[in-house]
């Protein structure tokens, strides 16, 4: 009976210990953009907010939240926020998300915005996440899994700047005349073949547009429509995750008359940007201390919690 109760106590002991290592996630934010961003957060339906859902992150700046277990939600980079003087009120050109204040508290980003959606712990106690262009396209931005494993846990995102190659019917400028923005179809038109509504609300009905497939080619890995999940969606188990607001601040979509290597890694055969985009620098930085030393950690706290659960196994036969 006293082996059951130990044997029963080790194993409540290593589920605890398990959960305790892998049991959140931490996201941290990056700007390599030439002007500030604001990133905005929004929790999933009956998921509660994160310890902040918005802050102002400067040039070169970067900063770190942590998520519970089974967070779902998404990220974003809001753009030109200023706060009107007499009023108090903070409003951005791109992503603004309605508060009137630099926390979104509960708001959403109002399109066009990229995205990035996470589910933590979903199906079979893997991430799902993604990097979207559905609601449009603001800013370059590339998410990088930090110490995770699984076959599709790899780098994605969309490095090119689409501001510059918007077509004119989607552009969105600034009262200064500059792109900054680029929305989708159904955000321009309205349309269900835009926007798989009404008769175009399945995959078979709903196919991607020329639009959508500017988007596609510029950022193979990006969502581009809503049921373009074949090349877009990844996962992760154990992972942190790193958002890079303009990772690359000399990507554009240019024609080149080159032959540009595209940016790939082993995990996954779609590129990160098309080769027909002048690409440089590095963006990937998979290879960053930040990712070894929580590979490390994870890694012997795993080793700790077996050589406890031994140690206890080898106490519970002398009963």
Known sequence: ????????????????????????????????????????????????????????????????IEAPSSWG??????????????????????????????????GNAAPPATL????????????????????????????????????????TGCLVDLNGACPSELRVTSTGGENVACKSACEAFGQPEYCCSGAYSTPDTCKPSSYSQLFKNACPRAYSYAYDDKTSIFTCAGADYLITFCPSPNTSQKSSSGTETPVTDDNNSSP??????????????????????????????????VAIAAAMWRFCQHF
């Open 73 to 106: 939600g998404r990220f974003w980079g809001r753009t030109r926020c200023t706060q009107d003087s007499s009023t108090g009120s903070f409003s951005c050109v791109t992503g603004d998300c309605g508060s009137g204040k630099v926390e979104c508290s509960g």
């Open 116 to 155: 990035a959606e996470f589910k933590l712990d979903g199906d079979g106690g893997l991430d799902f996440y993604d990097v979207s262009l559905v609601d449009g396209y603001n800013l370059p931005m590339l998410v990088v899994p930090q110490g995770g494993t699984g076959a599709n846990c790899t780098a």
């Open 272 to 305: 990160l940007i098309n080769g027909s985009m002048i690409y440089e620098g590095s963006a990937l930085d998979e290879s960053s201390a930040a990712s070894t030393c929580m590979h490390v950690f994870r890694s012997q706290a795993i080793a700790g919690a």
């Open 1 to 64: 009976m006293a082996q059951l109760y130990l044997l029963a106590l080790l194993l409540t002991f290593i589920q605890q210990f398990n959960s305790g290592v892998y049991g959140s996630a931490t996201f941290t934010f990056i700007n390599k953009c030439e002007q500030t961003i604001w990133p905005g957060m929004l929790s999933g339906a009956g998921i509660a907010p994160l310890s902040t859902t918005g802050f102002a992150l400067q040039v070169g700046e970067s900063k770190t």
